[in-house]
């Protein structure tokens, strides 16, 4: 079975959750490259806190090479039982790179909102994850931006800005991803 891959890039808080929800709304399966580090962290018996998660990401990124968390992914793609799966969480060229190696039919959306956006909605989220104060949300953003996602936000074949309200981007997210599968 021959795999068409979206992958989905974007700074935390963007609306990549939403993108999410849309897709498996529309029948197609989702990979979260992040429960690649959520399961390391639990492998190595550590909390998922924003600290322990962030070090993980560079850690195994460090030890296993920039695309290392983009390989893990690809088994859980080819094993998803739809012809269209979403992988949700870029964050560099080089998992792009990686992705583009095994599935030919490859596409990237970027999910864009503002800083002082996406800052109030992972405030509310409060997920274990999240930043408690505007400073540990810039520390985050930073060490995201270090790893690569600025440039693969860049790069996107589609970009979808996400600054209103969640009903529109719901319809803008489906309109995009009805196209692929088609």
Request: glycine share 10%; net charge positive; aromatic share 6%.
């Amino acid at each position: 079975m021959r795999k068409r891959v979206i992958g989905i890039v974007g700074m935390p808080g963007s609306g990549k959750g939403i993108v999410d929800e849309v897709a498996r709304d529309l029948g197609i399966s989702v990979v979260i490259m992040g429960d690649v580090i959520r399961e390391e962290a639990s492998e190595r018996g550590l909390e998922p806190t924003p600290e322990n998660l962030g070090k993980i990401m560079l850690d195994i990124r460090r030890e296993g090479g920039p695309a290392v968390v983009a390989r893990r992914c690809v088994p859980k793609i080819q094993g998803s039982p739809t012809d269209v799966v979403v992988v949700e969480g870029i964050r560099s060229l080089d998992e792009v790179e990686e992705f583009k190696k095994n599935f030919h039919d490859f596409t990237l959306i970027s999910v864009i909102a503002s800083p002082e956006t996406r800052f109030q909605r992972l405030y509310r989220r409060k997920r274990t994850d999240d930043p408690s104060g505007w400073r540990d949300f810039l520390r985050r953003d930073l060490r995201e931006l270090k790893v690569g996602v600025g440039s693969a936000i860049a790069m996107a074949d589609y970009a979808i800005i996400n600054e209103g309200a969640a009903n529109l981007f719901k319809r803008k997210v489906r309109d995009v991803l009805k196209r692929f599968t088609q």
